[in-house]
């Protein structure tokens, strides 16, 4: 990797760092995800400065080429976020179905209860009106 490249590299994950970090300050992502994506912008500001140390340990391993390999540990770590997302999601709709559920079952209640004081006959100030 030539230095212009290396340089270029280590300016777009510091413009990185820079805006994850100005979309916690504005909480427009959770600080548990933001620890992710700050880790990940240290790692690609990391990467020029040990490029030729992990290319060497990676052609001892038997990698022809080494790019490839970033790539597929970058797309292996898309499919993690993916499948975090994909469990968040689940998360929430499994609430979210409770929720409306728990709302259904209070409405009716609600309905069974006034339709009973209704029957019953009690003065509209017991019912809460005025």
């Not at 510091?14 to 995800?33: D, S």
């Not at 997302?85 to 689940?90: A, D, F, S």
Request: with cysteine; hydrophobic share 55%; charged share 20%.
């Amino acid at each position: 990797m030539t230095l212009q490249v290396r340089l270029v590299v280590f300016l777009i994950s510091v413009a990185w760092l820079l805006f994850v970090l100005r979309m916690v300050k504005n909480r427009k992502i959770w600080e548990r995800y933001a620890i992710l994506w700050v880790g990940l912008g240290f790692a690609v500001c990391l990467m020029p400065i040990i490029v030729g140390k992990t290319d060497a340990v990676l052609t001892a391993l038997g990698v022809v080429h080494p790019p490839s390999f970033y790539f597929l540990i970058g797309l292996l770590g898309v499919l993690l976020i993916i499948l975090q997302c994909t469990v968040e999601i689940t998360t929430l709709v499994r609430q979210s179905r409770d929720a409306v559920q728990d709302l259904a079952i209070l409405r009716e209640r609600v309905r069974h209860l006034e339709a009973e004081l209704a029957r019953l006959g009690s003065p509209p100030a017991a019912r809460g009106e005025r």
